[in-house]
T-cell receptor, first 118, second 112 residues
Framework: KAGVTQTPRYLIKTRGQQVTLSCSPISGHRSVSWYQQTPGQGLQFLFEYFSETQRNKGNFPGRFSGRQFSNSRSEMNVSTLELGDSALYLC?????????????????FGEGSRLTVL | KNEVEQSPQNLTAQEGEFITINCSYSVGISALHWLQQHPGGGIVSLFMLSSGKKKHGRLIATINIQEKHSSLHITASHPRDSAVYICAVRRGGGGGADGLTFGKGTHLIIQP
């Protein structure tokens, strides 16, 4: 079956603009989580969605927001872009939000969206 | 101090060697993940553990909940194992209570 699909793969924006990134999970997966990866900070958790509800949010400013649709597809938005927002944004999907075991809790990552802010 | 500490940060070994990567954490967790990231960014989940030991091919992962420590072992290492290995923990005792917290990763290079 198809893996996790993220679009766009690469994008360049300028400071002050906003950006929307999309994530389509594996079919049947209802949990989607988002992560930011930078050389300095490594991987950091952004948000987690399950059944269209945000279940967890990481320590990021309000400029970072997201949502999940009824088909489990998710989008994240960053407004008023700053140079420091340049990063690889990854999403992952899993079967369950409260995993009972590795079958329901295993994470499947997309290839990421690489954002450059100039 | 980071909640998740990995060691070593960098490791270079010869093909065939037995590799151990360690992960220590300071909070109560419901699960621990080992991830592999190759150059170019793609991340693959290797293991999700909440107790004991798991094996998949040449990879073995163990966790000691009391000592808050996990290890990832690679037997008969191969150059294709060269990657960044990342430990991540999910806090809480009730399942998916919090988002993941990540270690900084271990850069592994296996030389032929």
């Amino acid at each position: 079956k198809a893996g996790v699909t993220q679009t766009p793969r690469y994008l360049i924006k300028t400071r002050g603009q906003q950006v929307t990134l999309s994530c389509s999970p594996i079919s049947g997966h209802r949990s989607v989580s988002w992560y930011q990866q930078t050389p300095g900070q490594g991987l950091q958790f952004l948000f987690e969605y399950f059944s269209e509800t945000q279940r967890n949010k990481g320590n990021f400013p309000g400029r970072f927001s997201g949502r999940q649709f009824s088909n489990s597809r998710s989008e994240m938005n960053v407004s008023t872009l700053e140079l420091g927002d340049s990063a690889l944004y990854l999403c992952a999907s899993s079967l369950a939000f409260f995993p009972r075991d590795s079958y329901t809790g295993e994470l499947f990552f997309g290839e990421g969206s690489r954002l450059t802010v100039l | 101090k980071n909640e998740v500490e990995q060691s070593p940060q960098n490791l270079t070994a010869q093909e065939g060697e037995f590799i151990t990567i360690n992960c220590s954490y300071s909070v109560g967790i419901s699960a621990l993940h080992w991830l592999q990231q190759h150059p170019g960014g793609g991340i693959v989940s290797l293991f999700m553990l909440s107790s004991g030991k798991k094996k998949h091919g040449r990879l073995i992962a163990t966790i000691n909940i009391q000592e808050k420590h996990s290890s990832l072992h690679i037997t008969a290492s191969h150059p294709r194992d060269s990657a960044v290995y990342i430990c991540a923990v999910r806090r809480g005792g009730g399942g998916g209570a919090d988002g993941l917290t990540f270690g900084k990763g271990t850069h592994l290079i296996i030389q032929p």
